[in-house]
């Protein structure tokens, strides 16, 4: 169809049918915003598109508002949570590959092919890319297919989980809100990004922090052995934007947005990301792709809900951490933007951006070194 080729009708359509289905309510339970992501799919399975440069759009306008959002704080927050939320961040990625494994034992899959089901029930693109390194073009194949396969699962498990876990665990957000904000903060007044005169903030700003973020993503980590590893562009964005909140403003010159353009930010972003995911996961959903890779989607399934039982387990159980950050440290550990962006529409709380922002990392490097030992220590002696 000719009108699902215009980006413009196609982003209008995911959003305006998103939004009716998320207010569709099912007792206490709603998809919300989330539901741009399922709308999407079909339009995208329906022959759908959208440039990839929306959804990159969306990643970076998202990522750049909740970072600002967070404010002052981020550094105390990482001092006082950091060595539970890395102990949870290495648990989640570990029970995450062991599972992998032990699926991908028990039904003959290939290495290349437990590879992507992991990278892609943890819904991380680096893993991938490490994953390729010199793999056979039959490998090649093996491993795009599961990673394919299992990335709709690990999204929607991990947005699923977020929205759900409150309501099985009978949490007042608003409360948990309200005891997190009794917490004190070594954040400077000045640092508050409620504080930004509205007259003065001009576009710059935005655009310097997103495109410091971008380059800062692109930087290859001192990791010993790996040939190029990065934060990648959201992380980067992340990073200069946490950063610039807890700045403030340099000299008189503002460096967050004030509140209203924050929140248009945020939501502008999070629809065109979900779209954009959404269309491009619809595209690949194919009968005879899902009749081929039925063992795929079943233990994507599995990798989703094990690691994010025990990150839940441990950080609530063990470290009697509390429900907010909690939010973020499971969309972390899982390396899931879209399980980011349902988390903030739980709660707007910093303190969900900066548990995320402080496992995303640990997180990440512990999915490489997971796929390094699979090819350099797992397969030879398991003989797979």
């Given at each position: ?160 989980f977020v929205q759900l876990i409150g309501k099985v665990e009978r ?120 009749r081929a890779g039925l063992p795929v989607l079943g233990g994507s ?84």
């Amino acid at each position: 169809m000719e009108i699902l080729e215009s980006w413009m009708i196609v982003l209008a359509a995911c959003t305006l049918l998103g939004a009716a289905l998320g207010a569709v309510r099912l007792g206490h339970f709603s998809l919300g915003s989330s539901a741009i992501l399922f709308s999407s799919m079909a339009l995208g399975a329906a022959g759908a598109d959208l440039p990839a440069s929306i959804r990159e759009l969306g990643l970076m306008l998202f990522i750049y508002a909740v970072g600002s959002e967070t404010g002052g704080g981020f550094l105390s927050a990482l001092r006082r949570h950091g060595p539970k939320l890395a102990i949870i961040a290495m648990l989640t990625v570990g029970s995450g590959f062991l599972t992998a494994l032990a699926y991908g034992m028990a039904m003959s899959l290939s290495p290349a092919a437990i590879a992507g089901l992991f990278g892609g029930a943890l819904t991380s693109t680096p893993a991938l890319a490490t994953a390729m390194d010199g793999l056979a073009p039959r490998d090649m194949a093996a491993l795009s297919t599961a990673y394919g396969l299992a990335y709709p699962a690990g999204i929607i498990g991990v947005m699923a989980f977020v929205q759900l876990i409150g309501k099985v665990e009978r949490v007042h957000v608003a409360a948990e809100e309200s005891r997190m904000a009794a917490i004190p903060e070594s954040a400077s007044p000045q640092s508050r990004p409620d504080e930004t005169d509205d007259a003065r903030f001009t576009p710059l700003p935005v655009l310097v922090v997103i495109g410091a973020g971008y380059l800062l993503g692109q930087l290859p980590l001192p990791f010993p052995g790996q040939g190029r590893v990065t934060l990648g562009s959201a992380g980067g964005v992340l990073l200069c934007a946490i950063l610039a909140a807890g700045k403030g403003r340099l000299r008189d010159f503002p460096l967050v947005p004030p509140p209203a353009l924050r929140s248009f930010l945020r939501e502008f972003g999070l629809y065109a990301f979900l779209a954009g995911v959404g269309v491009q996961t619809g595209r690949l959903l194919d009968l005879d792709t899902l009749r081929a890779g039925l063992p795929v989607l079943g233990g994507s399934v599995i990798t989703v809900c094990v690691p994010m039982l025990i990150c839940w387990g441990v950080g609530r159980k063990l470290f009697h951490m509390n429900f907010l950050p909690m939010l973020g440290a499971v969309s972390g550990s899982m390396t899931s933007t879209p399980g980011l962006a349902a988390a903030t529409s739980v709660s707007l709380h910093k303190s969900v951006v900066q548990s995320y922002a402080t496992v995303y990392p640990v997180a990440l490097l512990s999915m490489i070194v997971m796929i390094k030992a699979l090819y350099l220590f797992f397969v030879p002696l398991l003989g797979l």
